[in-house]
């Protein structure tokens, strides 16, 4: 089916370990963006991307490493996760600027010990 | 820089009562856009609505509605006769048009958490 997948829904990790979030779509959207949700905070921006080989740092760019080499794919890695890492990270594409209708994956809850 | 403000954390109605989420926002651009999402306890994030900063006309969808006032800053949104499928957290969001090509992203306010109890 077309849409957005993210994997893996659950993992849980231990302080010091890569991690990487993997972010699918089959839209062919030229933007995407990684966001994490955490309980008084709302959705926070992590990096984004608008194209394959453009990447950008958000608000929270700290501790994450993105890459996009092909349009569909974002993934969004740990490079030595930390417990304040923990968080409900999604994933989100768009087809166009401005537009601001972002699609998101169904989330992907990180726990770090 | 942008903000985005949901003062109600929470909100708890009975089922068939109207309820109006508050959104205040802040910005130095004169061309923005605000956004409601809704995520329901499934969790995943719904778009809702669009609305650019030169259309000030209220819009209903349904039995939703949406405010849009730029003299107060605000874009609050209505819930009539609300519903159990209603519950769920409903984001605000901005989105600056500036320079730069950073125009489309997303800043979200903070969330409201709206139960409908049947």
């Known amino acids: 089916d077309a849409g957005i997948t993210q994997s893996p829904r659950y993992k849980i990790t231990e302080t010091g370990r890569q991690v990487t979030l993997m972010c699918h779509q089959t839209?062919?959207?030229?933007?995407m963006f990684w966001y994490r949700q955490d309980l008084g905070h709302g959705l926070r921006l992590i990096y984004y991307s608008a194209a394959a080989d453009i990447t950008d740092k958000g608000e929270v760019p700290d501790g994450y490493v993105v890459s996009r080499s092909k349009t569909e794919n974002f993934p969004l890695t740990l490079e030595s996760a930390t417990r304040s890492q923990t968080s409900v990270y999604f994933c989100a594409s768009q087809r166009l600027a401005i537009t601001g209708e972002l699609f998101f994956g169904e989330g992907s809850r990180l726990t770090v010990l | 820089a942008q903000k985005v403000t949901q003062a109600q954390t929470e909100i708890s109605v009975v089922e068939k009562e109207d309820v109006t989420l508050d959104c205040v926002y802040e910005t130095r651009d004169t061309t923005y856009y605000l956004f409601w999402y809704k995520q329901p306890p499934s969790g995943e994030l719904v778009f809702l609505i669009r609305r650019n900063s030169f259309d000030e006309q209220n819009e209903i969808s349904g039995r939703y509605s949406w405010n849009f006032q730029k003299s107060t800053s605000s874009f609050n949104f209505t819930i009539t006769a609300s519903q159990v499928v209603d519950s769920a957290v409903y984001f605000c969001a901005l989105s600056e048009a500036g320079s730069g090509g950073s125009n489309y992203k997303l800043t979200f306010g903070k969330g409201t958490l709206l139960t409908v109890n049947p």
């Open positions: 839209w062919s959207h030229s933007y």
